[in-house]
Nanobody, 118 residues
């Protein structure tokens, strides 16, 4: 069973930083792209960043230059370093493991709150 557990969220001031972690179990890291999505109240869940198995990274335009995604395959963990946080970054952040091969299970984490406020 694939399970994703996020941690590291919380309340920070504008301009501050947070580092989110997503620990995955039940997967082989090389067979999954792992990334982050976020959903603000009343809005659609949006793509934030992804780290593919070939070390390619893709970012949403809204977070380029501020967020950095990284991956530790040995720990089956993906991170999202968030710097220069803005109030617009406030959302529930979800970890995603997307299977790169057919027949493999993909999964979402339960979500973790990030609040940027004075």
């Amino acid at each position: 069973q694939v399970q994703l557990v996020e941690s590291g969220g919380g309340l920070v001031q504008p301009g501050g930083s947070l580092r989110l972690s997503c620990a995955a179990s039940g997967i082989t890291s090389s067979l999954y792209a792992m990334g982050w999505y976020r959903q603000a109240p009343g809005k659609q869940r949006d793509f934030v960043a992804i780290f593919t198995s070939d070390d390619n990274t893709i970012y949403a335009d809204s977070v380029k230059g501020r967020f950095t995604i990284s991956r530790d395959n040995a720990k089956n963990t993906v991170y999202l370093q968030m710097n220069s946080l803005e109030s617009e970054d406030t959302a529930v952040y979800y970890c995603n493991a997307r299977a790169l091969r057919s027949g493999l299970e993909s999964a979402w984490g339960q979500g973790i709150q990030v609040t940027v406020s004075s």
